[in-house]
């Protein structure tokens, strides 16, 4: 796994997709709708604060915004890599969990064995597994469809160098 990008956003609750999204590239994407939404306050790495809401951006005196114009994903995705103008070398899929935001870690096919269904344990020798809520991450299928994003978003045919990664829920 690469190091984190220093782009962090803070997304309000109508744009739940677009911060899964924006976690599935790697970036720290906080949620208001997440039970431990939190208003932090980093000097060093403040958050861009994502919103559809004109009232939002009237009441807030401080901080960047952007203003999400439409209402699907992958046009949001593009304002916001147009808006921060992030480049392709920033992102890093698949490294942090989607429904809690922490990078996910490597571990053994062994201590996931009663965890995955035998299909995936059989068929898969490379997991990662979220250190806050235990969701577990294999390579898979769905994840093609991550990358085919990445190459519209990017405009690249290039290998990404990205693994697919299913995922399954802790039981």
Known sequence: MHGPSRIRFEVEKPLGKLAKWLRLLGFDASYQGDADWRKEKDA???????????????????????????????????QVINATGI?????????????????????????????????????QNEFT?????GRIYWPGTHAERGR???QELFGTDKNLGVKNHDKFEKR
């Open 44 to 78: 060093e790495f403040p958050r861009i604060r994502l919103t559809r809401s004109q009232k939002t951006l009237r009441n807030e005196t401080a901080g960047a915004f952007i203003l999400i114009e439409s209402d699907h994903y992958l046009k949001q995705l593009r």
């Open 87 to 123: 480049p392709l070398s920033n992102l890093h899929p698949f490294s942090r969990c989607l429904r809690c935001n922490v990078p996910i870690r490597t571990t053994t096919k062994d201590s996931v064995r009663a965890r995955v269904p035998d299909y995936v344990w059989h068929s």
């Open 129 to 133: 597994v979220c250190p806050r809520c």
């Open 148 to 150: 085919q994003v990445i």
